[in-house]
């Protein structure tokens, strides 16, 4: 089971259904107005609470470089964002997927 996003998901959730929980969804859409310093606390906290309970992350929304790289390389962390790739518009899908 993937937790969903963790803006519909919390700790609490997370820590009360860690038996059916291998990966947590970690979304960084809620940080557009904090300090980059505080998402990397953030970020790290769950990062050290997924290390201890044996889970990977993925975080969800990566926008900058500089979050892109400090997560890059670690074998438990999955990164999406327009960091890495802008989303395509609809009429830019594939007609089959």
């Known amino acids: 089971m993937q937790a969903g996003s ?6 609490s959730f997370v820590s009360h259904h ?3 929980i291998s990966i947590i969804k970690l979304s960084l859409l809620i ?3 904090i300090s980059t310093e505080m998402m990397i606390q953030f970020i790290d906290a769950w ?5 201890e309970k044996h889970l990977s992350i ?13 997560y890059a ?4 962390i999955y990164q999406q964002g327009y960091y890495w790739e802008k989303g395509l ?9």
Not at 58 to 70: H, W, Y
Not at 73 to 76: E, I, R, T
Not at 89 to 97: A, F, G, Q, T
Request: a negative charge; aromatic letters at 6%.
């Open 6 to 11: 963790i803006g519909g998901n919390s700790f």
């Open 18 to 20: 860690l038996d059916q």
């Open 31 to 33: 940080f557009d107005d």
């Open 47 to 51: 990062v050290a609470f997924a290390k």
């Open 58 to 70: 993925v975080l969800e929304a990566v926008r900058s470089k500089e979050i892109a790289q400090r």
């Open 73 to 76: 390389g670690n074998k438990n």
């Open 89 to 97: 518009e609809l009429k830019d899908m594939p007609e089959e997927i």
